[in-house]
Every structure is written in C-alpha cells, then in structure tokens.
C-alpha cells in the first residue's frame, strides 16, 4: 500500500522568507510524487511532479521540490515566500507498479504574513 | 489552455434522493479520475476509467456507479444520498495512466439535507 504523510498541519513564514513544506512517503517499488496547492473553494492545481531522474524538480510559481530516497522525502520548497503563496499545499503520491490513483497526505496550510 | 470541466458546480439534495456529476476532460485526455474531498480533508480516489474502461477502483460506495463516455467525458451518479456524501467531488484528467500528471476540475460541492 501506498502513503503519505505531512508531518506539519500549518507552516506559518514571514514574506520573503524561505517556505518549506514536509512530505514522507512509503511505497513498495519507486514512487511517483507530486505536489498540488488547493486555494479556498477552488480545485487542486499542479505545482510539479517527481518521475525520475533529477533529484531536484523545479515546478511552478518558483517551487521546486528534492526528492531524497534515502530518507523516503518529497519536500517543497520555495527561496522567497509570497503572501499570495499562502493556501493547502498537498502532497501525493502514487506507486506506478500498483494501480493508478493517487494517495493524498493530509495537507499543510501555508500563511505567508505580509 | 483547456482544463477539466466538472458541472454542476454546486448541488443540494436530500437524503435518499439520486445526483448526477459530470466530468468533461481536457481535450485529448483519456483517462479520469474521480475524488472525494470531505471536510477538512484529503482527497480519496473513487475510481477511474482508461479508454472508457474502468481501471481502478477505491472506497466507492455501492450506491455510487460511474462510467466513461465515447467522448471520454465522465458521468459519477449516486443514489440513496447520505448526509454524509456531502462532499467535494474532483474529477481529474491525464493522458494516458503512466507518468502523465492528473489535472483536477475545480470540483462539484454536493451538499445533502
């Protein structure tokens, strides 16, 4: 079975500070991971996805994402933090070998304080 | 560009009463996926259809059926609502079931009384 977990319900920084968002994940062959950012009453929107390859994935808005094996992490990152960056960041992930659908974690709010 | 169409995007029932969503995915996309999103709560895969054949299948209620047209749009019907189906329903899209990312549509609020 696949899953998720996100270790931090809220993440509260300063603007122009750095944000990180933490994700750890279990799956049994290489996992596939994502990042979606869901603003209030609208839908999931992708930031950036890990396949394979590059450790460091760069997506969108200025996020990118490290994806470290070893310690079985997918966490987000951004150098400077916006207020407009404050919403529910999610992390999922999905165990290719498996099935299809994808394993939300449980979220993390951002606020960025202006 | 052209992202995922779920419709309607509110909908109020009553208990025991049947509803109908609609998905429309992004132009060339053949595989969907259905989500439910409680309150406060991370999205839990439903079901999805490739090619308009069901390819996986989650906690979906046996009161819920859903399927995949020959114009690939979606159609999720739940009958014998409950108050707790009230819910955030997501529809997404990709191309394909490998790599490709799942786009969400902006989600059918179902509320029950």
């Known amino acids: 079975a696949q899953s998720v977990a996100q270790p931090e319900d809220q993440v509260n920084v300063a603007e122009g500070n750095p944000l990180t968002v933490k994700c750890t994940y279990s799956v049994s062959g290489n996992p596939y991971l994502f990042w979606y950012v869901q603003y209030p009453n609208r839908g999931l929107q992708f930031l950036l996805k890990y396949i394979t390859g590059d450790n460091l994935v760069k997506g969108s808005y200025g996020f990118e994402a490290e994806f470290n094996k070893s310690q079985t992490s997918f966490h987000l990152k951004k150098p400077s933090a916006l207020v407009s960056d404050s919403a529910l960041y999610f992390c999922a992930v999905r165990d290719p070998s498996n099935d299809y659908k994808l394993s939300f974690g449980a979220g993390t709010t951002v606020t960025v304080r202006a | 560009a052209a992202g995922v169409i779920q419709s309607p995007r509110h909908l109020i029932k009553e208990k025991r009463e049947t509803a109908t969503l609609k998905c429309y995915p992004i132009p060339r996309h053949d595989t969907v996926y259905w989500y439910q999103q409680g309150p406060g709560q991370d999205p839990q895969f439903l079901i999805s259809?490739?090619?308009?054949?069901?390819?996986d299948k989650g906690s979906i209620p046996d009161r819920f059926s859903a399927q995949q047209f020959s114009d690939y749009h979606s159609e999720l019907n739940m009958s014998s609502l409950e108050l707790g189906d009230s819910a955030l329903y997501f529809c997404?899209?990709?191309?394909?079931?490998?790599?490709?990312?799942?786009?969400f549509g902006p989600g059918t609020r179902l509320t029950v009384l």
């Open positions: 997404a899209s990709s191309l394909g079931s490998g790599t490709d990312t799942q786009y």
């Open positions: 259809f490739y090619e308009k054949m069901q390819s």
